[in-house]
């Protein structure tokens, strides 16, 4: 059995990223950059105004004569000359010999023109060509996730696709003769199966789609087939069965497959029975069937793990700090992982800590990490907790 802390570094070293991919833009939501991008070309490409007004030459003359009308959108370059200006809009081109733009609250018309009321200065109100950036630039570099200013940004190029580190394909598969579809009325002595459902939102929530759902009853060539079948995918999240009962046939389904272990207990609770490892360059997680242990175990290794396949980044809890409001002791000699409402950077336990229990789970917004060292944890005491269930 190791702690949590060699566990994380071993997901982390056995993880990589998963291949670079060519994806339309308008699908790259969420996505991690596979590759620097440069600029193709200029942005703005020409010089815009960037007001509604007049463009003009500035020579220090206040009465213009009106020449023309540039919209956006419009090619024609006018030639003018100092005393005279164009109408103007916001991104419309500015004429080549124009350098300012004078915005239309600050002028009064006249019989051939223009008065200028408030002169501006020099060059105010002209976007430069390559303002934003210049062609040939760095414009974003591999690792950067796309939100949607970066769609815009990179759409504002002419681009239509975009390089990307493709995401992880995930298969979940579900073990126990106990479990049973919510479709029809409980039978005696079953339970409604709900951890595939929490587990493919989950994934869904980071833009995972999951490939399929198995499930399997706790019988041995059943459950070797299913691995087999989930293994298609360069992901398996395997809930339940992994536990050393004469009814658990997920680790033995595993070595049947080939899937090499990497490591196997972790010295914390919940979660303990958790399994991960490997078959080439395809991932195992197998994770206890207990709901809140399931979800434990997706949130600090599994969730992580799937993030570092798409985007690179590294493995860790990266804990924040607050304060303890009650004195909690721990008597496991392991790391517990408890359900807890952070607010304004005070901690309060949630009661219902059982592994089989999600009630306080969907009232919780920190998970408290007490570490196996630690005997008790005193009320004023600065604790280390990591956020979830946050919008």
């Not at 949590?4 to 997901?11: D, F, G, K, R």
């Not at 490997?278 to 997680?285: I, L, N, R, T």
């Not at 197998?286 to 997706?298: I, K, Q, W």
């Not at 919780?364 to 008790?376: C, M």
């Amino acid at each position: 059995m190791i702690s949590v802390s060699e566990a994380l570094v071993l997901v982390d070293q056995h993880t990589q990223a998963q291949s670079v991919e060519m994806i339309p833009l308008d699908l790259a939501m969420g996505s991690t950059l596979g590759l620097d991008i440069y600029a193709p070309i200029n942005l703005p490409s020409f010089r815009q105004s960037s007001m509604d007004g007049y463009a003009f030459i500035y020579d220090g003359q206040s009465e213009l004569k009106l020449i023309g009308e540039s919209k956006a959108g419009d090619f024609q370059n006018f030639s003018i000359k100092e005393g005279e200006a164009v109408r103007i809009f916001t991104g419309a081109l500015v004429p080549d010999q124009a350098d300012t733009v004078v915005m239309q609250e600050h002028v009064e018309q006249t019989e051939n023109g223009i008065r200028i009321l408030k002169m501006p200065p020099k060059n105010f109100n002209v976007r430069p060509i390559g303002e934003q950036i210049k062609v040939g630039d760095i414009a974003l570099k591999a690792g950067t996730r796309i939100n949607v200013p970066i769609i815009g940004f990179l759409g504002g190029f002419g681009l239509r696709e975009v390089s990307v580190i493709r995401k992880p394909s995930v298969s979940i598969l579900v073990t126990g003769n106990e479990i049973q579809s919510g479709e029809e009325p409980l039978d005696a002595g079953k339970i409604f199966e709900s951890n595939s459902l929490m587990l493919k939102v989950a994934l869904e929530s980071m833009g995972i789609v999951v490939r399929q759902v198995l499930t399997a009853s706790d019988n041995q060539a059943e459950t070797r087939k299913a691995i087999e079948t989930g293994l298609d995918s360069d992901v398996l999240i395997i809930s339940g069965g992994i536990s050393v009962g004469d009814y658990d046939f997920v680790k033995e389904g595993l070595e049947k497959n080939e899937v090499k272990e990497v490591f196997y207990k972790v010295n914390q609770k919940p979660g303990k029975p958790f399994w991960f490892g490997k078959k080439g360059q395809k991932y195992v997680f197998a994770l206890p069937g207990n709901p809140a242990s399931t979800l434990m175990c997706f949130l600090v290794y599994v969730a992580p793990a799937i993030q570092k396949m798409h985007s690179g980044m590294p493995i860790g809890l990266f804990l924040q700090q607050g304060t303890l409001v009650t004195t909690i002791q721990n008597n496991f000699g392991k790391t517990l992982f408890l359900l807890a409402k952070e607010e304004n950077g005070s901690i309060e336990l949630l009661p219902k800590q059982a592994s089989s229990m999600l009630i306080s789970f969907s009232m919780s917004n920190a998970i408290l990490v007490f570490p196996d060292e630690l005997e008790e944890l005193k009320s004023g005491e600065i604790v280390h907790y990591f956020p979830i269930n946050r919008s």
